[in-house]
């Protein structure tokens, strides 16, 4: 079932972005089973889970962290971590690049962008990241890469609203793409989950989060 899940979505967002098992409360065996069907990226809510389940998989498999940080969390994944989807603050990217050097390694971050209705989603409005992206601050963080954005559509039945949301995302993403600095080379744009990974790759996604739609509902 896992595999026939995963090659279905994969046909349907044909090269054009790439797929983020949400491994999320799964058991090991569920996310060998993924990996056994080709998935080499698994994206993790939890610290805790991530940092019990990499050693029991492949060392291949890369790992994305996708739920919100706490600074004093990033010392358990930064030897490992792939990818940190949910970068929302510049203290956060300080800690990752405080992280990230005692490892000798540089890691790779997205900023999450508050583009929902809902009040409980985390991350920065338009000004926030314009103004984070243009501090001199940044400089200092040679251990850190930000490569892009991500971000969450409303949970609402309204596909209208939810390809609205990622359209101005993806605008956002456009206009912050120039910015030039050491450490800051757009190439990603996460947005699209199981319920609208479909629209959201239409919008310019090149990385969607799929959970349920691969290993059924929790």
């Known amino acids: 079932m896992i595999a026939d899940n995963i090659q279905r979505i994969e046909t349907k967002i044909n ?24 998935c080499r990226r698994f994206g993790e809510n939890k610290v805790q889970e991530m940092v019990e389940k990499q050693p029991l998989l492949p ?28 970068v ?13 050097l005692k490892h000798e390694r540089v890691i790779d971050c ?14 920065l409005s338009a000004d926030e990241v314009e103004s984070l992206l243009n501090d001199a601050q940044l400089d200092a963080l040679a251990n850190v890469r930000i490569i892009g954005l991500m ?28 910015i030039r600095r050491p450490n800051v080379v757009f190439s990603e744009l996460s947005m699209g989950m199981s319920g609208d990974f479909d629209i959201a790759v239409e919008e310019g996604s090149t990385m969607v989060r799929v959970g349920s739609a691969i290993f059924g509902a929790r």
């Open 88 to 100: 929302d603050s510049l203290k956060l990217l300080q800690e990752i690049n405080k992280q990230a």
């Open 110 to 123: 997205l900023l999450q962008i508050h583009i929902a209705q809902e009040e409980t989603k985390f991350g």
């Open 151 to 178: 971000g969450l559509a409303t949970n609402t039945d309204d596909e209208g609203q939810v390809r609205q949301e990622f359209r101005g995302l993806k605008a956002l993403y456009d206009r912050l793409a120039t």
């Open 15 to 38: 090269d054009r972005a790439k797929l983020i098992a949400v491994t999320k409360t799964k058991p090991v065996p569920l996310l060998q089973e993924a990996y056994d069907a080709g």
């Open 59 to 86: 060392a291949d498999v890369e790992w994305h962290l996708i739920g919100h940080l706490q600074t004093n969390k990033v010392k358990y994944i930064a030897p490992f971590v792939a990818l940190i989807q949910s």
